[in-house]
């Protein structure tokens, strides 16, 4: 069947099967590698993507259900001129990855978490993230920043 | 992770769902937010071979005042519900209890229909529903009809509705500022209840609906005739899984889901006596 | 040796970040390959069991399969696989499984297709059938007399075994006797990137490049070579940026040979993408001990001596994790004094998931013996669990030293580190809050643990590695080595020695690591080793290169080489920077016989060694944990984990935090959320990560990370390794706390994890037992 939605505000329409996820449309089809798989549960969130500008897990998306939608991956969060957002930009500043296999998805869960709710505290940050798994950083330097990009104040 | 190979068919109402289904029979399953059916297909642990996505019919996506009580159409999202003032002023359970399924990526697709169609005794709506005395609308070839949330879940993964039937509608009655709670135990924030508890205060109805804890989203009814006989919350509470054959798994073995039971619906109605002492 | 303005020792930002935070980074599964077929395994479904037939004929006539291979068929003439070289021949593993299979997840056949959605649906169509076994999933079955046995040739399910100290009587003159007995229960190393190939036949011509999702390709690389029966030369293994490793993914996988064998008999490409379901069973697992113990002391808690015993599981095909007991033989008395010693370890083969290396490999599991059994001490005789470690730490004064079972430590100080933590987490204040809850009878109980470690890092050998350095003429450097970064910040650790040396800007510095074509030797990057092998053999080779081209500008400049220091872009005669010798300069001349002194011959401005550390170091720490502990449902929720990890001399402090971060996470699910668990007729329970707990952020607090830095003697750079000591010393310090949050009811010891049912558990069996 065809689809046709936008990624990263370009028009993308693909003949695809029924069944093919979003996740393997963005990767297989469009060519994006940068939104990752990492289990077959919908429990980590390595896939997480804007759909409509809102946080969602792709692998749980069929690439049929997004069609005539507005799809954002991390390919598409920096600026025209190659500087980072503030998510990205706060996630290196306090060391917020190590084998950056998770971050995709946990920065654009996090964008969508600081555009929903602003200025975030601590357990907010933490709750906001549940349903993205990092195994190399233990969280401590991702919430860092992530309260650092809603604009909430940051200690050591 | 790749599902089994199936036909995807997508219509704009709820009359089109009606007649798809009708036309396909068993072979096909309706797809909402998707977040119930298809973790079972990646897994392959169900393979229709035809979806029919009711995603797209947006007048299913409302939240109304219906007088006594406020009308949520079943595309209705958990974020919707979560956030919706209405909601939030006359059923202040149900916000609350959207609140806490999955997480927010979850929470962005899933719906309320979706959830309660599927009737996992381990999810949290259907339990919140139960304890609230909803009224589940369905429409079918016939035409639509009322289902009481008592009547309602069936069995394990069985509902009342009828293989050619769409839940159309959530009825909730108003809760005119009755206290409620719900208690919700698990290891992550992110996983399914182990044991949950939703109860709403005697103004409402006095509903206390267990997660978890049999094949179904049950009723406490045990400790609601306590409570409405006077006992105390420690003394209802003991008999939390009264009639009960609790399931055993991972996280917890069927006696110790008993005793979780009684300290959670004791806190429930500990939490509900603080709020209207 | 760094100056005042030295980069060195400061939190420096990673050079790795802006590919990986963009999305361009590619790691296996995002590699693609024209004409690449995808290869999906079809694995046993019993955990033990005569394999009977294997029905592909379904299978094949399947839309798009291009190939199918099993041991009753096309098997691409792959031999028996040793997986770990100590182990006897007799445990060798069938890639495919032949006559029997031996755990959930053994391989039974290959479908080979030209789209993943294509070879999944194909597998699914390949009929086994398989007369059960009877089943031993618990080394304790395994070791049974009578119990069936896996490898009936072998004659028993014993793949390992290890002792010290057989005929001592280590309790001998004691006078108080604590005992404990546990388990480290078996964990999943759960990368977050699944593991993976793909293999590229054609070059190097007539061979093959190997990308594999690793953490040590020149070790992957002879087992290639071996099954090919390919030259060196033509087997290059590479892998590009990977996903976490944490030891699991150091082992050499059978799947990797078979799709470089398909690759090569197909003529075409061949990519495998492991499911995470997949992963749960095939990826090597870790942990899995029965652990006892006997402590004896003096009346005033001074050791005596210690009697322990451990059986490891070592899975299906035992591997790497069957010989950890070795390490935990040589770490079993941590930071102690212990006069006497008796140590047993044995290994059994059992019907699950084959045992690697997984973080800390050997050492959390000796960390958690002695740390557990010297609280039950503790609470025995009515001392405090800080103080009691405090008497028995050896002496600062008596490094370097080799203790009893052999540990060659070289630098410690343990009551420093211990003291530190204990201040950092306001100790007293803990014990009066403790106190106030326990006599008003809270429901929720505060639990404070302790625990104090060391372990080896660049354990078994693992001491020396190849660096090379070269200044290019176009004014950068690269920095080859045979270590292989994969999220830890390689790059970034080595361009900072690097440029500490040469005065380069760091991002004027490359890495080239995980590359057999491109590096000539390695071991790669597990055991916590990489900055104290490879980043010294960077300084090492720096500092090579900084003579030569000083001796270069010197030459250029006619001064005298001990005149020319480094300065802006260049080199330049000490207190006249005008004259500065640019690298791009050096470099060229480095090449041009015409503009070098005698003595000097022309080549690349390059050096290449091998360092050697001549031993293993050995990081130590504290931790203390704080947890509350919810008696009416048994939860236990981390409130505070102090952590002070001594590493030696600290490189860049932020890559250290973050190691010691992550390791502490994994330390803490270890104690409270995961555990890879099977039903008696081994089938595994726990193949998804819905159901195998690993911790988000809403499950862990942040953490109070902080060093003391006792340099190690071993090693110009005074480094020790950092990547698994949090998770050493982190889990028994959470496991004691949630005992000590309730010792007051009378409970003594629970297993890890604790669940909130075995919490709960523990404390109605105490209670029950109060009331007797």
Known sequence: MKVRMTVNDKTEEHDVEDRQLLVHFIRETVGLTGTNIGCDTSSCGACTVLLDGESVKSCTVLAAQADGCAITTIEGLANSDGTLHPVQQAFHEHHGLQCG?????????????IAEHGQLTEAEVREGLEGNLCRCTGYHNIVKAVLAASGSEVHA | MIPAAFEYRRVSSAEEAVATLTELGDDAKLLAGGHSLLPLMKLRLASPSVLVDVGRVRDLSYVRDGGDHVAIGALTRHHDVEHNPLLAAEVPLLPHVASLVGDPQVRHRGTIGG?????????????????????IVAQGPGGPRDIPASDFFRGFLETALAPDELLTEIQVPKMHGAAWSYQKFNRRAQDWAIVGVAAVGAPAGGGIALVNMATTPVRAAAVERAVAGGSSASDAAKFASEGLEPPTDLNATPEFRRHLATVLVRRALEEIAADHP | MADAGSILGNAVMRLEDPELLTGAGRYVHDLESPGAARVVFVRSSIAHGLL????????????????????????????????FPMLAESFNRPVFARDRVRFVGDIVAAVVAETGPQAVDAAEAVVVEIDPLPVVVSQEAALASEAPLLFPDHGSNVCF?????????????????????????????????????????????????CWISHQAPHSVQPALV?????????????????????????????????????????????????TRSEDMVALVQGRDYVMNAKLGLTRDAKIVGLDANVVASGGAYPALGAVLPMLTQMMVVGVYDIPKVRFQGATAVTNTTPVGAYRGAGRPEATQLIERVLDVAADQMGVDPAEIRRRN????????????????????????????????????????????RRAAGESVQLGIGVSAYVEVTAPLGLHTEYGAVEVHEDGTASMAVGTSSHGQGHHTAFAMVASDVLGIPMDKIRLVNSDTAAVPRGSGTLGSRSLQTAGNAVLAASQVVLVRARQIAAHELEASPDDIVVGEGGVHVAGMPGRTVLWEQVAAASRDASRLPPGLEPGPLRHEGDFDGTNSTFPFGAHVSVVDVDTETG????????????CGRILNPLLVRGQQHGGIAQGAAQALFEWVQYDGDGNPLTTNLMDYAIPAASELPSFEASNTETDSPRNPLGAKGIGESGTIGSTPAIQNAVVDAL???????????????RVWQAITDATREAQR
Not at chain 3, 255 to 266: P, S
């Open chain 2, 115 to 135: 959830s309660i169609a599927h009737g996992d005794p381990a999810s949290d709506l259907p339990a919140a529903v139960l304890a609230l005395g909803a009224t």
């Open chain 3, 226 to 274: 071996g099954v090919l029966g390919l030259e060196p030369e033509a087997v290059r293994v590479v892998c590009p940026w990977v996903g976490g490793g944490f030891g699991p993914k150091a082992a050499v996988y059978v799947e990797f040979l078979v799709a470089a064998a398909a690759a090569l008999q197909l003529s075409r490409p061949v990519k495998w993408v492991e």
């Open chain 3, 393 to 436: 730490f050896l002496d600062p004064a008596a490094f370097p030293l080799t203790t009893i079972t052999g540990g060659a430590y070289d630098s410690g100080e343990y009551a420093k580190a211990l003291d530190a933590a204990l201040v950092a987490a306001g100790y007293d204040e803990l014990r009066s809050e403790q106190a106030r």
């Open chain 1, 101 to 113: 296999y998770c971050t995709p998805g946990m920065v654009m869960a996090a964008v969508s978490l």
């Open chain 3, 635 to 646: 939860k236990v929720t981390m409130r505070r984990h102090i952590a002070v990890d001594d």
């Open chain 3, 52 to 83: 009977r037939s294997v029905d592909v004929d379904g299978a094949r006539g399947m839309p798009g399969v291009v190939a199918v291979y099993h041991a009753g068929g096309d098997d691409l003439g792959l031999m028996p696989f040793q997986s």
């Open chain 3, 743 to 757: 010792s007051h009811l009378g409970v003594r010891h629970i297993d890890m994890p604790c669940t909130p049912e």
């Open chain 3, 161 to 209: 075994a290890t002792s010290f100290g057989e005929d001592e009587d280590p309790l001998e003159g004691a006078e108080v006797v604590a005992e404990v007995a546990m388990v480290s229960q078996r964990l999943a190393g759960v990368p977050m990137e699944s593991n993976g190939c793909l293999m590229v036949p054609g070059d190097p011509p007539a061979g093959i490049t």
